[in-house]
Every structure is written in C-alpha cells, then in structure tokens.
C-alpha cells in the first residue's frame, strides 16, 4: 500500500493540499493520504518527518507559503536546508511546494501561482513514484515551471 | 503525564512565556510545564533539546527575541536551523515564537506583538498536542497570523 | 564495475546531462551511468543520495539551474549545505553544476555557459575517479574555469 | 568536579578570556579552566567539541571576533550553526560572546563592549551551572544586555 | 607517525598549497603529507574528510579561492558550515585558508595576500599539532592576522 504524506499550514492563504490532493486521488487512487497541518514554515520539517518515520509514508508532499520581509526568507532557507536533511536521512522525496507572499502584487495572481504550483507538483510526485527515476528524463532541461507557464529549453 | 517545556530569554523585553503558560494551564491544566531560561536566541536550542530529551517533555514552547542588526538576523537563521534539526533528530514540536524588535517602532506596538503571537501560538500547541496531525486542518490555508490580525484565505 | 550517477532537472533549460554523458562515455567506457531526472534544484540531494547509497554509485554528477531571484539563491544555499553534508556521510564525491540564469542576458550566451561547464565538470570527475587525489594537483591554482574560459594563474 | 572550558582566537584584538576567567574563578573557586586558543572563529567549533567531548567539560564558553565585511558575517553565520549543532550532540551549553568590529567606531568603545560582554556571559555561565534552569528566570523578558547597558523590560 | 591532509583546487590562481607545503615540511621535517585537489571550494569538504577519515591523517588545511558574485559567497557559506560539521564530527582541526577574489583589485597585491595567508596558516598549524591546545595562547586576542599586517590589540 502507498502512504503519501501531506503537510500544509494554516498560514498559508491558499488551500493548496486540497488542490494536490485532487490530482494525487485522481492518479494514485489505490494511495492512502495523511495530512498534517501546523502553524507555519519552520514547523513543516518535523511533520513531514513524523510522516515518513512514524507514519511510514512513502513520500511526503509539503505546502509552505512565505511572507515578503527579509527574515521570511530566512525562515525558507531553514525549512529547505531542514527538508533536504530529511530526505538525506529517510532517503524519501519530500517535494517542497512554496509560495512567496511577494511573487505576484495581486491576490488573484498569488491564487493561480499557488494551485498552479501545487497541482502540478502532485503530478511530479505521482510520475516519481510511480515511473522512478527516469521518469522525469522526457523533460530533463526543458525548462517546466510550477505556478508559471513553462519556459521551455534553450536550444543551441 | 503531558510534560511540555517552556524556554526563553533575559534578552527577551516582554515576558511571552508567562502570558503562554496562562494559555497552556487553562488548556492542559493535567499537565506539567518546565521553564528554562537562557541569556538569547542561540542559546535556546541547548534548552529544547535538554527539556526534550533529559526532562523527557513531549513538546517545548521557545520564546526569543531578536535584534534588528544584520547580525541578529544572521543569529535567527542559525537558531532556526538548530531547532528544526532538533525536531528532526527527536520527531517532537518545537514551537518557536520569535519577536523581532524592528517589527514595530512603538514599544506599546511590540508588546502587543508579543503577547498576541506567544498566546496563539501557545494555543497551536495545545491543539496539535490534544488533536494531532488534523486539529488545525480545518484551518489550513486560512491565513492565520501570530501577533498580527489573521489576514484571511485568498479566494479564486 | 564502476558506476557514475547523473542527476538533473526539469527545471533547467539545458540537457546538460547529455553533454556530460559524451565525455564520461569517451573517457569511462566500462563505467555503467544511472540517471535520475527530479523537478528542481532542491530534490537533487536525495535524488544523489539514492544513487549512491542505494544503487551503490561511486560517485554522482549533478546539474542544476538556479533562478534569477533572491529566494533562488537561498534554495541554492540549501542545495550546497545539503550536497556538502551528503558527501560527507559517504565518502564520495558528489560533482555539482550548476548555471545561474542571471550569469548570461542572451539565451545563447547561457547554452554556451551550461554546456561548457556540464563537459568540463564531467572531465573532472573522470580525473578524479580515474587518477585519484594527486589527478587535478597539476592545475592546483591555475585558475581553472567550468563555463567560462580559464583566467589563469597569478604570477609574482 | 566542575570543568569549565574556554575558547578563544588569536583574530580577536581584546583578551576576552582574561576577563571571563577573573568572572569564573571568583564565582566558581571550586572549578577547574581549560584553555583552548584557536586562529579565528571558524577553529572555534572543533575547539569547543574537544573540550567537551574529550576533555569533559561541563560547559564552554567561546570568544569571538568578527570583522566588519559580510563574508566576515558570514563565517560568524557558519559559526554560529556549529556551535548550536554541538550543543544539540553534547546536550552541554556553549556560550558564545561575539564582538562584531564593526559594533563600534572607537577602538575603546570596541574594548569596552568586549569587556562587558565577556564579564556578564561569564556571569551567565556562573548561574546556568550553579542554579540550572530556572537560575535565570527572574530576568526574563528583562531586557538584558551584554556590551551594552541593560534596555530593560516593554511594560504594557 | 604524524599525517597532514592539504586540500586543493584548481579554481584558485595561486598555488597555496605548495606555500604551506614548504613552511609545514620546515616545521614538521618528520611529517608525511598528503595532497588532494579538487575543482572547487564545494568539493573540498569531502576531500578532507576522506584524508581526516580514510587515510588517517591527524589534521587538514584547505585552500579556497571565492569569486567575487553573491553566489559564490553563499558557497562559501556552504563550505564553512561543511567544514565546521566535518571538525565535529571528526574532533580533528581543519585549517581553512580562504581568499577572495575581491580582496584586492590588482592581481600582485591578491598574490601577495594569499602567500601569506597560506604561510601563516600553516604556521598555526604547526603550532596547534606541536604545542596543543595553549600553543597560541600567548597569542590570544593580539589581533593577529593573516593575509594582512597583523592589527594589534586594542588596550584599554
């Protein structure tokens, strides 16, 4: 049986599991989810933890959003260095979905970027556990986006 | 027994901890807090780590509070990599409530800061220590904010 | 047998594994390559962890492309910590490239940086692997560049 | 017996040490000092470890001094993730009295704070080893300074 | 019988190396050295940690060379940590000479800063390895400086 994990916070202004969710039910029907919601950013890294160790998930996918001053952004680089260190020591993808308070002025903008990014981020996770590692290879270099339209690969 | 430990600072210019310990005895009055008090923020994760593993408490509350140089911001990236580390190596909440001194200019402005974001977050513990993974998913998205007036959910 | 682990992105818009791959073929014939294609930058250390601690890779080459944001170079940031502390857990090299998108204004400008320093870099490793520790000390401070031509030494 | 352990560089331009040691040794008579001097702060880490792994200290405290250039902030970013990463391993504080030299125009004002500061986190390590964790409790939320003169507590 | 780890790379303009060479085999005439060079700073963590661990050497200096861009200051970020965690880990010294490219602007005065940062430093680890943890204690807090005169210290 998959275990897919699933953590998001109540800081975050959009719903965004419940949009990967959708995607992830409709690809992995046969998976289980567990979600997991806490405060903020820098309490993801241990939730996603608990998922993958004591929850013995498969993967874990994770929501954060993030404000626009200056230690917002180092609140980011804690979580990302805490969500690779994860993964270093489980040896299972955490996929990190992040929105910036500060990409977009609008919030309808901020609304797409947010349920751009997430689902298609559920349909990275779905095609690495279910293809492995070559199942990306197609699109190696080719310049996807999440929460923005692809801009394609650089060609000679 | 619930055992939940409480750190902060003589750096700190407001008592957050006393105004979450109110919040945590009316919520959990079973439970049994430790306080450990520590100079600043980098001497913080020491103290977690001691309440978590030594004095054996499920979750610790951490109180710190930060000046509005470069270099104290340089301080906050490390303590928050340092806690998120050890909530990796223990699988236990860290909830860390940090005040930043340049958030507001008026002193009056930063006191009500601090206790509104050291009363809620405190009450976030609670939640996920009598709830679990999904008591504050019904929140999820919401755009809840500590210290500041919630800013609500982006709608489509 | 050796084995040499490629781990890259759909994120980049380069396939500079491919032109990594040439010149590991040409100079490493007998040596068998394992792929492994994830969406961004901070998915490549578990995506290398897995490589060699799980398919037993003697080494790993990894290619990444950062944005022209700040919060990209903070993934960044946390890409390096996290392929560092990888390489110090096992022992073995872990070649990481990576283009910035700022490094170049004309998209043939930056096609000429990544593949120039995809194919340099994988020259390394095959020195690295092949000669040993002492294989690169003839050009130790010679100015050396990956993407860009050679600065040189500077002379008394 | 009490083993009390102290770190400090040849960078630093005001004997730190010197002054701490008057601190501990008329509040802890009783214990024994080790001293460890080191080039710069990035030697601190592995200095403090040594003491307390395997010189068996009971606590450590570092001094440090940082230049002016942000890589100089930098290298105190590294240094001061080092020293939290070993106090999570040890479980044992580490104090760590940093001066930035660019904390003050005047040479003797720098003097100043390094003196102050080095003395009152003396002091603080006196009370952590002696009264334990709630030795400073009274002082929380207070407002206090090391190099500086107290602020003192925000009231409502 | 004492072993000394020298790391390398070919990313940097002056041979470093063969400048600590010389003062290490002046002051340790009994010592054996061994050299390893790697393409950048961000591979020089695990080509010391593999002289610390596989060949048994009783202490490394590094020589590093940063570009002048923001990003290769944040990879000098990330070599700091990693050397510092690799320090712990191991308990053995790893001396980091470091020089960057914007020190100074003509090439004849960056000469002459990274000879006598790698002379000097090798000194101070000649004195470490020799004399122990006090060796530069007389020293302490003499602002001492390498690459540069030495700045003195500030006296009351």
């Keep these: 049986m998959i275990k897919v ?4 916070t109540t800081f975050a202004r959009v719903d965004m599991a ?13 998976a289980v989810f567990i979600r997991y919601t806490v405060p903020g950013i820098k309490d993801i ?15 874990v996918i994770t929501f954060g959003w993030v404000g626009s001053k200056l230690v917002d952004k180092y609140s980011y680089i804690a979580l ?14 955490v996929i990190d979905v992040t929105v910036h308070e500060d990409e977009a002025e609008k919030p309808s903008e901020l609304y797409k970027i947010a349920v751009d990014r997430a689902r298609k981020h559920a349909l990275n996770l779905v095609r690495l556990m279910k293809g492995g590692k070559e199942a990306l290879t197609k699109y190696a270099g080719k310049g996807l986006r999440q929460g923005y339209p692809d801009v394609g690969p650089i060609v000679e």
Tied chains: 1, 2, 3, 4, 5.
């Design 45 to 59: 890294p241990v939730a996603a933890r608990n998922l993958l160790v004591e929850e013995g998930c498969d993967a």
């Design 80 to 93: 990302s260095i805490g969500l690779i260190m994860l993964q270093l020591m489980t040896g299972k993808h």
């Design 18 to 30: 419940k949009e990967a969710v959708d995607v992830l039910r409709e690809n992995m029907p046969e």
């Design 5 to 8: 994990g699933i953590v998001d």
